[in-house]
């Protein structure tokens, strides 16, 4: 079979009334996130330039003459953050928002003068989180200022203090926790050898069982396409993934109100090399309807088998905040920690931790007073209602029966009708999946 050679093409015209009747309700839906997302383009536009007039100015010394990197060193280095993403618009730099947390990353890089700027930079990152989403193990690799010749640049306690340059400039809930130095070739996104997703949720009158069973279906190289967004206006035409492991497990439990089962908290803890866009929200948009007994567990297997299933049914993705990056695993064992650092990092979790569990303990406490006023005995457990985004029918329909999105095919066909994308055939290929 020949390989099927995607890529962009760089002209766009704008859409017909004719072109957008032939469209499917998910690609309407897309386009007007796109056009509102546009809009908020000339409000934040102002604010970009002005931050960008910022970096430059900070590039600069008391004297007005610009920072002289020809005059130091250099090595390329990992760096580990965390960072709280509930109130950012994903991790990636975009054109319409600087409320993202790789702007505020490049913002702390260059002020501090240990980049020139990210064009140079030999930059990768490990993962690409979507708007909502936390992450305790986001690696980038990058080239960084040192102030140690090559040859002297093993002793790492000799180096720049990067962690506590950059956590001094980076918002509250972004830090750097660690470095680690690496070869000139290492890459964050291709040297990574496994990437661990958790996602925290209240038990609710979920079936815990049911759910467990069904993410053992989950292990295995399989075809996706069925469990993520099709991305193929970016060029992703294959959705074959490999997931090493995935369970549910008890992450913390209401002890103090053991018998009301409902708000002990899990997690769904999922491994992989690579993921699809919104691939574990998928998954566990799929668990929840599992775990409410609205679907089998087996139902992850009729997804999986694109040839019982070739279009994948219209359902909701699971809510963003509960999401987290929260392992990367690389080759490399000596990465260096700060310990004053560290101290003062921990010291800030803390400060989020207290702030969060004073909000739950007080509506906790609220929810336990309201239950002594109800007459009924009947228990309410809705916790998890809100975790499935979108509007819930009152007549639940099966999702083998719902309506469906495109095939893959249709959707390569589509775009390429509408010269997004260009085509290339080879005949070595065995599959389609190469992406330019």
């Not at 492991?245 to 992450?251: D, K, M, Q, T, V």
């Not at 708000?263 to 309807?289: E, S, V």
Request: hydrophobic share 35%; proline share 2%; charged share 25%.
């Amino acid at each position: 079979m020949a390989e099927i050679t995607l890529t962009k093409s760089k002209f766009k015209k704008l859409s017909t009334k004719e072109e957008l009747q032939t469209l499917t309700k998910e690609d309407l839906i897309d386009r007007i996130l796109q056009l509102e997302a546009h809009n908020l383009q000339l409000k934040n536009i102002l604010n970009k330039h002005l931050q960008d007039g910022t970096q430059k100015k900070s590039q600069s010394s008391r004297s007005g003459k610009e920072f002289d990197f020809s005059k130091t060193y250099n090595r390329h280095i990992l760096l580990k953050f965390y960072y709280l993403g509930w109130s950012y618009q994903g991790f990636a730099v975009q054109e319409d928002t600087i409320n993202t947390i790789e702007h505020h990353i490049f913002t702390a890089l260059t002020k501090s003068c240990l980049i020139k700027n990210r064009e140079e930079s030999n930059y990768h990152r490990c993962g690409r989180t979507d708007k909502g989403v936390s992450a305790f193990s986001q690696v980038i690799s990058l080239d960084i200022r040192s102030k140690l010749k090559p040859d002297k640049q093993n002793d790492l306690k000799e180096e720049l203090p990067y962690c506590k340059i950059l956590n001094r400039l980076l918002p509250q809930n972004i830090r750097c926790i660690s470095w680690a130095p690496a070869a000139d070739d290492f890459s964050a996104r291709f040297n990574c050898k496994q990437r661990t997703y958790k996602y925290f949720f209240p038990r609710g009158k979920l079936n815990i069982d049911d759910m467990n069973a069904a993410t053992k279906y989950i292990i295995g190289t399989h075809d996706f396409r069925n469990i993520c967004k099709m991305d193929v206006a970016n060029g992703v035409v294959s959705f074959i993934r490999a997931i090493s492991n995935a369970e549910i497990s008890l992450c913390a439990k209401d002890s103090k109100y053991s018998d009301i089962s409902g708000y002990d908290i899990y997690q769904l803890t999922i491994t992989g090399q690579a993921f699809l866009w919104h691939q574990i929200r998928c998954i566990m948009g799929i668990l929840l309807l599992i775990g409410q007994g609205d679907e089998k567990p087996e139902i992850i297997l009729d997804l999986l088998d694109i040839k019982k299933v070739p279009r994948k049914p219209q359902y909701n993705l699971a809510h963003e905040v509960p999401l987290n990056l929260f392992h990367t695993h690389f080759e490399i064992e000596d990465w260096f920690v700060d310990q004053d650092e560290m101290i003062q990092v921990i010291k800030t979790l803390q400060s989020d931790w207290a702030l969060n569990v004073i909000k739950t303990a007080m509506t906790r406490e609220m929810l336990v007073d309201l239950q002594t006023k109800r007459t009924s005995a009947t228990e309410i457990n809705s916790q998890c209602d809100c975790l499935l985004q979108g509007v819930k029918s009152k007549t639940y329909q099966p999702l083998l029966q719902r309506t469906t999105c495109e095939t893959l095919e249709n959707r390569i066909e589509h775009y390429v009708k509408k010269r997004r994308l260009e085509v290339k055939h080879t005949e070595s290929a065995d599959s389609i999946g190469s992406i330019s």
